[in-house]
Nanobody, 125 residues
């Protein structure tokens, strides 16, 4: 069982930056791949980025070049560095985990087994 706790959300002006953290429990964190999803009001939860056990990263097109996902296995934590934020990035951001080393095609909510409670990111124009 893996528990996930997101933090780092907040209110930021367009063009600003935030770093989200996803802290996980469990001694086998290194065996889990982790993803970030986001859900804007009235919209479905959508894939944002993922990082595999080996550190391979994947991004949705709208955040490529602006967001960076990384992991620190010693701290059992995954980060999402978000730069050049836009109002359309406003959403609740969720981290998710799955015990797998292969995540290249895992971009659906149903592909991920464990979820955090989410953290709100609001970007003002």
């Amino acid at each position: 069982q893996v528990q996930l706790v997101e933090s780092g959300g907040g209110l930021v002006q367009a063009g600003g930056s935030l770093r989200l953290s996803c802290a996980t429990s469990g001694r086998t964190f290194g065996s889990y791949s982790v993803a970030w999803f986001r859900q804007a009001p009235g919209k479905e939860r959508e894939f944002t980025a993922s990082i595999s056990v080996s550190g391979s990263t994947y991004y949705t097109d709208s955040v490529k070049g602006r967001f960076t996902i990384s992991r620190d296995n010693a701290k059992n934590t995954v980060y999402l560095q978000m730069n050049s934020l836009k109002p359309e990035d406003t959403a609740v951001y969720y981290c998710a985990a799955r015990r797998t080393s292969y995540v290249a095609l895992y971009r659906n909510v149903s592909n991920w087994n464990y979820w955090g409670q989410g953290t709100q990111v609001t970007v003002s124009s």
